[in-house]
């Protein structure tokens, strides 16, 4: 069974792999045992064992989905599956609405169309922490898979399909002003990337002057031969709409549209980084929300300046949702944010959710009376403009020296005044420039992130940075 564990190892944001090659209904099957070992045995607290399981519009995942349920049914534990696909943000609102023990998600995010994956949640509709997910592979090969016949299963009330989509959609009605947006003229080009956001924004819409156009709304499991990342050099066509034809925002979503990316008029990309900026705003002048502010390690400056002039507490945070997610638990959080596009929001699920980050971007359009790109400038003029720049770095994440990493002394001629290495290695310099090498928790890359007040310096630093993982090249 030491192979088995080899083989499935959970990262940041749950298990992925390859489809045909580790992803196997066997391994599946491995996997759903474990889970429900888990829920059985640690879970005492739960006088009736139940689990949300959904799924994505990925090859396969629906099967997975019901494979899944199956070996939870043969051990005891109720399944409420999924109808049909769906964001793994209504999945999570589900699990807490059906006081369920854990949710299933069977997605592989935004990875490439070959992989596919599972991610726990957790009751309160959270990210799994570590100290699940470590359970949960201890657990793997421990125990003989039982699996019970679908219909069986069904018959016996211990797979029940659910329509998660109806009360999801009723509680980001209520959240948004749609009152104060009703008569807002906005026009609005949604890119869903043939994700499972698909048409849920135009029922959240419903009854407003608002014009939403959707694009790649439909199920396409090879995702154009691309992957559904909403990064730029996914989004040409996107890009290009936004710049030829007359919307006033662009909204992205990737393939379980937990996470968000937005593009200007004009066409021009806008970084999460910003969106979270934004976010905080609207949420603390526009809502009057409390609380503190939380970004990860590799989260822009300009974060720090808006939670200074604020005043409001800012939490740092390794990368990874679920470290946000424990915040936003324990504290009380205006919003949350990670440089991959997952936005945490208040008064609602610790969890990120691509859909209600873009539609509250709308509503501060509307609050503000302004398009998104001039809610952009506004926030450049107050906090300044810093230039975020990521690169994916395909190579062996173990032949990277962090120690050698943490003793540059310089960037460019600029002075290394801060190094952080609680994930990764930041390098802090003297005029806010920095730069951060963090291996991949998922893929065999290295990412390298650099930020500064100018495009072509954090160019510059990027390259920097390059060659220091990777002298030869």
């Not at 409001?312 to 009380?332: A, N």
């Amino acid at each position: 069974m030491s192979d088995i564990r080899s083989q499935i190892k959970f990262g940041t944001d749950g298990w992925r792999a390859v489809i045909s090659d580790t992803f196997t209904f066997e391994n599946v099957r491995i996997v759903a045992q474990a889970v429900a070992d888990w829920v059985n045995k640690n879970n005492t607290q739960f006088a009736k064992k139940s689990v949300a399981v959904g799924f994505d519009n990925r090859f396969l995942s629906a099967e997975y989905a019901e494979t899944m349920a199956q070996v939870f049914a043969a051990n005891g534990i109720k399944s409420f599956l999924s109808d049909t696909s769906l964001p793994t943000p209504a999945l999570s609102f589900g699990v807490v609405g059906l006081k369920n023990v854990c949710g299933i998600m069977i997605t592989a995010s935004h990875n490439p169309a070959k992989f596919n994956g599972i991610k726990i949640k957790t009751a309160q509709g959270g990210a799994a922490s570590k100290d699940i997910t470590n359970t949960v592979e201890a657990y793997l090969g421990q125990t003989q898979v039982q699996s019970m016949p679908i219909d069986e299963a069904k018959s016996k009330g211990l797979i029940v399909v659910h329509d998660f989509k109806k009360e999801y959609v009723r509680f980001i009605r209520n959240y948004l002003n749609l009152k104060k947006m009703k008569t807002a003229k906005f026009k609005v080009l949604a890119d869903i990337m043939h994700g499972s956001g698909r048409d849920l924004m135009r029922e959240i819409l419903k009854g407003t002057d608002i014009k939403l156009t959707l694009m790649r709304e439909d199920v396409n499991p090879g995702f154009d031969g691309s992957k559904p990342e909403p990064i730029p050099e996914c989004l040409g066509v996107m890009m290009s709409r936004m710049k030829k034809e007359k919307f006033d925002f662009g909204h992205v979503l990737d393939g379980d549209a937990d996470r968000i990316a937005a593009v200007m008029p004009g066409g021009e990309f806008v970084s999460p980084q910003k969106i979270l900026g934004l976010l905080i705003l609207h949420l603390v002048r526009n809502r009057g929300v409390e609380g503190g502010i939380v970004k990860t390690l590799c989260g822009t400056t300009m974060l720090d300046h808006i939670a200074e002039k604020l005043g409001r507490k800012l939490y740092e945070t390794p990368v990874g949702f679920k470290y946000i997610s424990d915040l936003m638990v324990t504290q009380k959080i205006v919003a949350g944010g990670e440089e991959a596009g997952g936005m945490g929001l208040p008064n609602y699920i610790p969890e990120r959710d691509g859909t209600l980050a873009g539609l509250l971007l709308l509503e501060m359009m509307v609050y503000n009376k302004k398009n998104f790109k001039q809610l952009v400038e506004d926030m450049e003029r107050e906090f300044g403009r810093y230039y975020y720049l990521r690169l994916d770095y395909n190579m062996d994440a173990k032949k990277i020296d962090l120690n050698k990493l943490k003793a540059i002394t310089s960037v460019l001629g600029k002075k290394v005044i801060e190094v952080k290495d609680t994930d990764g290695v930041k390098l802090i310099c003297e005029n806010e420039d920095w730069l951060m090498f963090r291996p991949s928790g998922t893929e065999p890359l290295v990412r390298i992130y650099s930020e500064s007040k100018s495009l072509k310096r954090s160019r510059d630093i990027l390259e920097f940075g390059r060659q220091q993982v990777d002298p030869k090249k």
